[in-house]
């Protein structure tokens, strides 16, 4: 039922867009264990989707398949008009349009702040120093931590951290953002000040894929809301459809137990 | 971390050019290096070669051989009749130092870790002065101060030493009494493995009945009884096996008597065959109630991997080293006909005997039943390596202790264990994990410090070899069997180690 | 061979610190105890307690006792050793050259002052430890003076009690004459100016007296030190402090980290440039100079600058990877053609051709704006001239005058060696773990390979090889020195022990880190110069502060296969002197100290910058 109701809840507006994310029958498996067993999805331009699912069901490979942190074995993804191949120079460019924020942050450690958002503008996009510095202070403002440059990761507080996090994928200008899960790892007073960055993001009409458990900011912001179940799409819908009115079973039994 | 390129099937977009196609540049990469190695490799050799035949040097062993004309210091033949033996004796030298060394490393290394450890003042000093002291002198200056105080002891009399008539000390070496396995051992041994078989019966027996009644069987305190009676008995009942020595001449016999062919078959067979077993259980660990999954390219690279070594070690039996299964049969053969000689002892033969050390003419004498008795060069590498490797050892025990979180001996002592009793029934089994690959390491380091007896003289099989080419100028070929024999006790050591941490990772769980 | 592994097989940092242990000192803050009530606690707290400081009382006496008796045994004359000082530590060196040692030990000082001052190492300690550790100074010498045996000359006993009582008085003096001695701090500055002060004054007042070797007829005359060595000792003793003192008020001038840069770099090559200047004394041929050598580097600096400068061109895309591979091509090319004797040209030409295709492979990594394609041209042109002045300089004959033929020697000799090998097996080091770790099956094969083989068999076997049959695997023509087969070989050697410990570096490194890498869109090199390696090397600084020392030891073992090292003089050298027949046991001893200082110091030394550090706290 999937591509069906993909299509049907797409708006009118909506579907007026560019597709900026079109995976077709995508397969994944790790060893003898299929992870993904042959997902269809498409995502517009300016965007913003929330998957859902219970653990394990396949989230986080979908979007790490999407900037080739891992490498899907079957069917077709392709990023704003790039197949993702084993070609060198599409995966350089697609690594290079779409920006990740993982749940442990992994910033890196031997960096300063500042290092650890220039580094990648500087090697990568081949900026200048001092234009990709500018950059990262005005980045660093407008995720609300000015004030934190010179630091290194280990002295910041896990929102803070996030947040630089957020700013370093900002950094290479990415057409797409991929969130794993952000707030996972961080205490509840802290939640806040990530999401309030995110929403920022999608206002401003970035095109974004967030797996979260945070219910109300898929809500709030989602465009669309995707449910996945054993590798597979099960269910993609508005926010309020997804929420109040549930299609198939497995989803309802999931909203039930999570609200 | 991209993860390994599978095949993956695309629709719609044509193949990448192979300059940017990740698969190949990955594949192609590995392979234009693998050759650079090996043309560089084959390069080397062949020149080698070249150089060799110049000055008439022929590469091959056929030199094993001949006879060999030196005289080693000590070992299981000091006359060798072929250069093969020589390197044998340097070999069970090496060994022998290697094992006791071990043995003694270990137990002083224990013991100084523990007292760095110890709650007293006094003893934590002195053991860190050890530690700091020995570790930070080269092994090899230590192994010639040894020498060096050694040989200047006074001449070899009646009354040089510690103990008159017991224990030795001179320049000609060190001796005390020894107990030695005597003409009867084996047999002993051999029976009382027959009687352990009638022991573990009575064992699960009673194993059984105290499942079934409960209560206290008192089944290690019966079983122990058990084992002293049997060892009590066989004593003297030990001759009553002598037969067992022909069990082993006739295994003598129909191994010397298997035609070349056929032991290069049934080796040719062994590889062969573990090869596709290899393979077959990969593929079987691939398979799935879905089919067999997707293989990486990994996968497959294993999988040509076993199969090319199965061809190489074809290549090895039949045509590199034909001579491989006659030496395996032969070596097997001697072989047991050596535990053969071993059995046949005459009526009141004991097993064990002790004997105090014999003099004569100012000298140790060397052979027959006599003291334990270390020659000076063998003391000297001895305590050498001893003491130094000891020093890394107790670093290692003391280690592995503190590695075990304080909440367990906070524990042990809350349920009122001595600090004793928590050290060995808590703290050490924990600790023993994390001490173990270190621990093999240093065995290993301590095996191939065994090499600097070549400083002293001692007879090992680096001295011996190198006496030998200096003969014979066959260098390169010495080298080949001394890279053989190290690498041999390397994997040894890392296979036996490797099995403890394992079966210690099964008790954990 | 030996503790080179000791924390090698822990494959992870986080279980290899363990290996080294953690100190656990009373913390400096505790106020003193009383010593009843301290000998109480420690000493006499149960019946076990007490047995054991009995019976460690009496293993702690028995072994000093004989230790004294084997330093003051009759029979030993420890003149072999006092007159050998110069032969020990710099071999056939000639005297009026020694100036050059003086120079380059000087700069090494300096360089360790600014050092000290750059990082800002506190090394500063409590009076209280101080008043410990001079009371127990001086209450070990009254004991050892109390076991020596009588052979020992009587102003040595007298010394040791005199000297012990009187530490012993300034200690307890200090830790209960001064009130709260555990919070007052003695300033480095103070601990530095008096310890170089303590130096000094010992060198210019202590009857050591002078020793000297004469052609083969030892001499000695009373009195101190001859001036040439004291007043060096001098010098240095006052540059050092200096230098701290300089570098201290740089660091207050200088932005931070700059200080720190120049001497890492310093640290990384100037001892290479130093043991040359203590080596040669080239008498460069002018003529050849400026006709070959001079317009070969400049042609490599500017011509590969150039190409360089091309290729870090942003967007060249497949272009710059393809004229890479092709230059390398033709460099594989140009070495196998040597081997076969075709187009001759000088060998420096070739490596720097290597190299040159080496740096266009990375080229398209390090590409960027016009700035930074300069720094890596500029840095391509330096490396170039450099490394062509020192191979010019080697190439040249030195005019030294030396005694004897081997020209090396001594503790100078173990020093250079191992300094040496532990660099060039640290690249190589670094290529091995990459491949070990690495997700290319060839690579991982080969490289668990050579690391197992090479770990598994003893070093003598590979000094011997190397020194007896490296000459025979190269073509006809090619030949290379004794030592420098050896030196070969130790670094192949060293670089599978180096490989491994920094595997353990790479293994601490979280998966994470790799996938923001790629997230990031750096590619493999960039990833592991930026981020895998300097994370995988600081956590692997302690293995290998630790291998160095392993380094150092086994030099000794290039005394067996021929190397005039230390062992080699005091077991061969010495004893064979007429003056001296027989006398290695001193030698012995003394170098046995020598070493033991050397590592010990290192090894504290490295645990407490590791501590200053925070290594693998990620800062
Ligand atoms: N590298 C891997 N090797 C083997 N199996 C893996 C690997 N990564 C993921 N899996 C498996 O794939 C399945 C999907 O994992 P994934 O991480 O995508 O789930 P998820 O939906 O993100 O779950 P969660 O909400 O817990 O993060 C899981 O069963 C997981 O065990
Ligand atoms: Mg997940």
Redesign the interface.
């Known amino acids: 039922m999937s591509m069906s109701d993909a299509n049907i809840a797409l708006s009118a507006e909506m579907a007026a867009r560019d597709n900026m994310i079109t995976c077709r029958g995508v397969k994944k498996w790790f060893g003898d264990f299929q992870a993904l067993t042959g997902v269809d999805l498409t995502v517009k331009d300016r965007e913003v989707m929330v998957v859902l699912g219970p653990s394990g069901s396949g989230k986080s490979t979908l979007i790490r398949c999407i900037n080739r942190l891992e490498v899907h074995q079957e069917g077709q993804i392709v990023v704003d008009g790039i197949e993702l191949t084993n070609d060198l120079r599409n995966i350089d460019k697609i690594r290079s349009e779409v920006g990740m924020v993982f749940q442990q942050f992994n910033l890196f450690p031997h960096l300063t702040v500042l290092d650890n958002i220039t580094l990648a503008p500087v090697w990568v996009r081949k900026k200048s120093k001092v234009e990709a510095e500018a950059t990262a202070h005005e980045l660093l403002e407008r995720v609300g931590i000015p004030e934190q440059a010179a630091k290194y990761p280990g002295q910041l507080s896990g929102g803070q951290q996030q947040r630089v996090a957020i700013a370093r994928s900002l950094a290479m200008e990415p057409k797409v953002m991929l969130f794993d899960e952000p707030t996972s790892a961080l205490d509840p007073e802290m939640i806040s000040e990530v999401l309030d960055v995110m929403k920022d993001l999608a206002n401003g009409g970035m095109t974004m894929i967030v797996v979260t458990h945070e219910m109300g900011f898929a809500r709030e912001v989602a465009d669309r809301v995707v449910f996945m179940e054993a590798g597979n799409v099960v269910e993609i819908n508005e926010p309020e459809a997804f929420f109040t009115n549930p299609v198939s079973d497995r989803t309802k039994l999931f909203l039930s137990q999570i609200l | 971390m991209t993860a390994s390129t599978a095949p993956v099937t695309h629709s719609s977009q044509a193949r990448p050019p192979i300059w940017r196609n990740t698969t190949i540049l990955k594949w192609g990469v590995q392979i234009i290096v693998l050759a650079l190695v090996i043309a560089a490799f084959t390069f080397l050799v062949s020149q080698a070669k070249t150089n060799l035949d110049q000055k008439g040097i022929p590469v091959d062993y056929d030199w094993i051989n001949d006879p060999a004309n030196i005289q080693l210091g000590e070992g299981i033949d000091t006359q060798p009749n072929s250069m093969g033996r020589a390197l044998w004796s340097g070999m069970v030298n090496t060994l022998r130092i290697a094992g006791v060394g071990i043995l003694v490393a270990t137990i002083i290394g224990v013991f100084v870790g523990l007292a760095r450890l110890s709650h007293n003042w006094l003893a934590q000093k002195v053991a860190s002065i050890y530690v700091e002291t020995l570790r930070n002198i080269p092994v090899l200056v230590q192994i010639l101060l040894w020498f060096a105080i050694l040989t200047s002891l006074g001449d070899l009399t009646q009354d040089s030493g510690v103990l008159n008539d017991f224990v030795f000390l001179s320049q000609k070496g060190i001796s005390i009494p020894r107990v030695f396995f005597a003409d009867g051992f084996y047999q002993w041994l051999f029976l009382l493995l027959v009687f352990g078989v009638g022991i573990h019966f009575v064992r699960k027996r009673l194993q059984r009945k105290q499942d079934l009644e409960g209560g206290d069987k008192h089944i290690g305190l019966i079983s122990f009884g058990l084992w002293v009676l049997a060892a009590a008995i066989a004593w003297p009942a030990n001759p009553i096996m002598s037969w067992v020595g022909s069990i082993f001449d006739a295994i003598a016999d129909v191994w010397g008597s298997i035609p070349e062919t056929l032991m290069q078959l049934i080796l040719t067979a062994i590889a062969v065959g573990a090869a596709v077993i290899w393979i077959r259980r990969f593929l079987e660990s691939r398979r799935t109630p879905a089919g067999l999954a997707k293989l990486t390219d990994d996968d497959w690279f294993r999988m040509i991997f076993a199969g090319i070594a199965a061809l190489i070690a074809a290549l090895f039996i039949w045509i590199l080293w034909p001579g491989l299964s006659s030496w395996i049969i032969n070596s097997g053969r001697d072989f047991f006909e050596f535990l053969g000689n071993k059995f046949g002892g005459e009526r009141g033969s004991l097993p064990l005997d002790a004997m105090k050390p014999t003099l004569s003419e100012g000298r140790f004498v060397n052979y027959g039943p006599t003291g334990l008795t270390m020659s000076v060069f063998f003391a000297s590498l001895f305590f050498g390596l001893v003491f130094y490797t000891s020093s890394f050892i107790a670093e290692i025990v003391r280690g592995g202790v503190l590695a075990v979180p304080p909440g367990q001996s906070e524990a042990a002592a809350a349920v009122g264990l001595s600090r004793m009793q928590s050290l060995r029934k808590v703290v050490l089994p924990q600790a023993f994990r994390v001490i173990m690959p270190p621990l093999g390491n240093q065995y290993l380091n301590l095996t191939k410090n065994t090499s600097l007896a070549i400083a002293v003289g001692y007879s090992d099989v680096v001295q011996v070899g190198q006496s030998l080419y200096n003969k014979n100028n066959q260098t390169l070929a010495v080298f080949g069997i001394w890279m053989t024999f190290f690498l041999a006790c390397s994997l040894t050591t890392s296979l036996v180690v490797n099995i403890i941490n394992r079966r210690l990772e099964i008790v954990e769980r | 061979?030996?503790?080179m592994?000791?924390?090698?097989?822990?494959p992870s940092a986080g279980?290899a610190e363990?290996?080294?242990?953690?100190e656990h000192e009373i913390a400096p803050e505790d106020p003193i105890t009383p010593p009843g009530r301290w000998m109480r606690e420690?000493?006499f707290?149960s019946w076990?307690?007490g047995i054991?400081?009995v019976?460690?009382?009496a293993?702690?006496i028995g072994i000093l006792k004989w230790l004294l008796n084997?330093v003051f045994a009759e029979?030993s004359d420890w003149a072999s050793v006092a007159t050998n000082i110069r032969l020990l530590f710099a071999y056939n060196y000639p005297v009026e050259q020694f100036v050059r040692v003086w120079v380059s030990l000087g700069t090494l000082l300096a360089a360790a002052g600014l050092s000290i001052a750059a990082w800002n190492l506190d090394l500063s300690f409590t009076l209280r430890k101080l008043g410990i550790n001079t009371a127990t100074g001086g209450g070990v010498l009254v004991l050892v003076g109390i076991l020596t045996p009588g052979t020992a000359p009587s102003d040595v006993r007298a010394g040791m009690f005199v000297l012990g009582a009187i530490l012993l008085v300034i200690g307890l003096a200090v830790l209960f004459g001064v009130k709260d001695p555990h919070r007052k701090r003695i300033p480095f500055e103070a601990l530095l100016i008096s310890v170089a002060g303590l130096v000094v004054a010992f060198v210019w007042l202590f009857p050591l007296g002078r020793y000297e070797f004469a052609g083969d007829e030892a001499s000695y005359a009373s009195g101190t030190i001859n001036i040439s060595t004291k007043g060096p000792w001098t010098v240095m003793m006052i540059v050092l402090v200096a230098s701290f003192l300089v570098g201290k008020a740089l660091g207050r001038v200088l932005p931070s980290g700059a200080l720190k840069g120049v001497m890492a770099a310093f640290w990384v090559i100037g001892p290479a440039f130093l043991i040359f200047v203590v080596l040669r004394d080239p008498a460069f041929d002018w003529g050849y100079v400026w006709a070959v050598d001079v317009p070969m580097a400049l042609g490599f600096a500017l011509l590969g600058g150039g190409v360089l400068y091309f290729l870090t061109k942003?967007?060249l895309?497949?272009l710059g990877?393809?004229i890479g591979a092709v230059l390398f091509g033709v460099a594989?090319f140009n070495w196998v053609a040597a081997?076969f004797g075709l187009y001759p040209m000088l060998q420096k030409g070739r490596i720097s051709f290597m190299l040159l295709a080496v740096f266009a492979i990375l080229a398209p990594?390090?590409?960027?704006?016009r700035?930074?394609r300069l720094r890596f041209a500029t840095g391509w042109a330096v490396l170039v001239v450099v490394m062509h002045w020192l191979i010019t300089a080697i190439n040249t004959p030195s005019t030294l005058e030396i005694v004897a033929p081997p020209f090396l020697g001594g503790f100078i000799l173990s020093v250079s060696i191992a300094y040496y090998v532990m660099l060039a097996s640290f690249p190589l080091g670094i290529l091995l773990a990459l491949a070990r770790t690495s997700?290319?099956?060839?690579?991982r094969?080969?490289s668990t390979v050579y690391i197992?083989?090479l770990?598994?068999?003893?070093?003598?076997?590979i000094l011997?090889?190397f020194s007896?049959?490296l000459n025979?695997?190269?073509?006809?023509g090619m030949s290379i020195s004794e030592l420098a087969a050896i030196f070969t070989g130790y670094s192949l050697f060293s670089a599978a022990y180096m490989a491994e410990n920094i595997r353990g570096g790479l293994q601490a490194i979280?998966?994470?880190?790799?996938?923001?890498?790629?997230?990031?869109?750096?590619?493999t090199v960039?990833r592991t110069m930026?981020?895998v390696l300097?994370?995988a090397l600081?956590v692997t600084i302690p293995n290998l502060v630790g291998q160095a020392?392993a380094t150092f030891?086994?030099t000794?073992?290039v005394?067996?296969v021929g190397g005039f090292e230390l062992?080699r003089i005091a077991?061969q050298t010495i004893p064979n002197q007429p003056d001296y027949i027989g006398q290695?046991?001193p030698a012995?001893?003394f170098?046995?100290l020598v070493?033991?200082a050397f590592?010990?110091s290192m090894?504290r030394a490295s645990r407490s910058l590791e501590q200053h550090l925070g290594v693998g706290?990620?800062?």
Not at chain 3, 18 to 22: E, M, T
Not at chain 3, 439 to 443: A, D, H, N, S, W
Not at chain 3, 455 to 461: D, M, W
Not at chain 3, 472 to 476: D, M, V
């Open positions: 061979m030996s503790e592994s000791g924390p090698l097989v822990v279980a363990i290996a080294f242990g953690v420690n000493l707290s076990s307690n054991q400081t019976l460690f009382a293993i702690l084997l029979e942003p967007g895309g497949e990877r393809i594989v081997f990594t390090f590409a960027g704006e700035a930074a997700k290319l099956p060839i690579f094969v080969m197992e083989i770990r598994g068999v003893p070093l003598i076997t011997f090889f007896i049959m025979l695997f190269l073509p006809g979280r998966r994470g880190q790799y996938e923001a890498s790629d997230a990031l869109g750096l590619t960039q930026f981020i300097p994370q600081r020392i030891k086994e000794s073992l005394s067996i062992v077991n290695n046991r012995l001893l170098i046995s070493f033991w590592s010990y090894s706290t990620g800062r």
